[in-house]
């Protein structure tokens, strides 16, 4: 049976709208936080799926900490972008971030549990 993974199907759905809206700001000229953005946003993913092949608990736990850190700084580019005057709006892509750390938060939470 091939069971959905939700925070790695939400993760990599997440990237490709990422890239897309990096795109957008590249087309408005708006290169460094679109480098920015498009870093930390894809990162996320990267790491999620990275932790899929971790060593251990501890390794596990790790790299979602790092996925995270990085949800948390793309949250911060797009806050960028939406209240800057001159920036296209990330219209939906905070949600969807939001639903990324909070999954995040409960795989952690429970994965510190079951030492």
């Known amino acids: 049976m091939n069971r959905k993974n939700v925070i790695l199907d ?3 759905q997440f ?5 897309e809206f990096t795109e957008l700001l590249e087309e408005n000229r708006k290169y460094v936080i679109g480098k920015q953005l498009l870093r930390s946003g894809t990162s996320v993913g990267a790491n999620i799926r990275e932790a899929q092949s971790a060593e ?8 979602l900490k790092i996925a995270d850190k990085e949800a948390n700084e793309t949250l911060y580019w797009l806050k960028l972008c939406e ?8 219209d939906g892509l905070e949600e969807d971030l939001v639903v990324i750390l909070k999954l995040l938060s409960s795989i952690i939470a429970s994965s510190k549990k079951n030492k």
């Open 56 to 63: 251990s608990r501890a390794d596990f736990t790790h790299k």
């Open 10 to 12: 939400n993760s990599f």
């Open 83 to 90: 209240y800057s005057k001159n920036y296209p709006n990330p």
């Open 15 to 19: 990237a490709l709208k990422i890239i």
